[in-house]
């Protein structure tokens, strides 16, 4: 999509697409197409660290409890700045959205380091094999949280994970969860900033 962008687009890139200029206008891809294909990217890129993404089990059905309600608690701990309705009104600039985004990182104890780093053997290294290793590793933590010898698999019958059962129970379920959350929402930040790092180094 890069190679292939409209003039607006072009401007941006390092170096030059000599081609280019034989593909018609309306075949080149717009800045609006590029940047939504980043956005479902990063979007599927995340949705792998959800654990109940990663289960088979009815964990994974949006209504059943679990699900919702994690999503829930993670919204609740973000600021308002970040809903649709308040980015689509917003007038502030990127600067101040950082700032922001720094401040929710600090609110939810999370620690990036100062530089992204890149991926081992970055030549034989690919996204899609990236993503299924961490969504193997949202189903371990799935099953940490949901331990199937108490909430077992079973086709064809509705096997709930109540969250307040398993998370504000006791002191126990009460910190698991502060971890659990920290770790889930460092490891997507991180994963998804190191994938468009990869990809933009690849273009250059």
Known sequence: MLILGDKKVQD???GEIKFIETVSEDCRCSSGQISMFFFMLSHFIADSLMPCHCDE???????????????KYWTSKISD??????LLQSNLDEDHILAE???VDGALGIQLAKDIPAFK???SWDIWT??????RASF???SIIAPPAVYPYKPGQQVMAPFNTLFMSDDKGKALLTEMSQVIMH????????IWKHIWSRFK
């Open 81 to 86: 700045l970040f809903s649709k309705k308040q």
């Open 57 to 71: 089990r009815d964990l994974s059905d949006y209504n059943g409890g679990l699900h919702k309600e994690l999503e």
């Open 101 to 103: 985004a720094a401040a």
């Open 140 to 142: 371990g933590v799935a």
């Open 187 to 194: 490891d997507a930040v991180l994963n998804v900033a190191m």
């Open 130 to 135: 990236e993503i299924v290793m961490l969504c």
């Open 12 to 14: 941006l890139l390092p």
């Open 121 to 123: 053997d970055e030549d």
